[in-house]
């Protein structure tokens, strides 16, 4: 069974920075592409960032040049370095693990991040 647990959000004021890690139990982590989602308050879930097992990565246009998102897979974990955060960068943030084979997606519970002065 799938186990992914978010953690890191918070409050922070704009231009302020946080790291969101999810931790993965359950699956044969380096078989997954890992990623990060969000959805902020009447909007829709969207992506925010991926990364392959080999490390390739891709960034929502508005998440380029401000996250970065790693992974070890020693540790089974993903995480996202989050610097000079915006007031719209407020959102539920969610851990995604797809498996590359059937495509599956599972979803960890969200944490929230929120960025107000």
């Known amino acids: 069974q799938v186990q992914l647990v978010e953690s890191g959000g918070g409050l922070v004021q704009p231009g302020g920075s946080l790291r969101l890690s999810c931790a993965a139990s359950?699956?044969?982590?380096?078989?997954?592409?890992m990623g990060w989602y969000r959805q902020g308050p009447g909007k829709q879930r969207e992506l925010v960032a991926t990364?392959?097992?080999?490390?390739?990565?891709n960034y929502a246009d508005s998440a380029k040049g401000r996250f970065t998102i790693s992974r070890d897979n020693a540790k089974n974990t993903v995480s996202l370095q989050m610097n000079s955060l915006k007031p719209e960068d407020t959102a539920v943030y969610y851990c995604?693990?797809?498996?590359?084979?059937?495509?599956?997606?599972?979803w960890g519970q969200g944490t929230q991040v929120t960025v107000s002065s």
């Open positions: 359950g699956i044969a982590f380096r078989v997954y592409a």
């Open positions: 995604n693990a797809r498996n590359v084979f059937s495509n599956y997606d599972s």
């Open positions: 990364i392959t097992s080999g490390g390739s990565t």
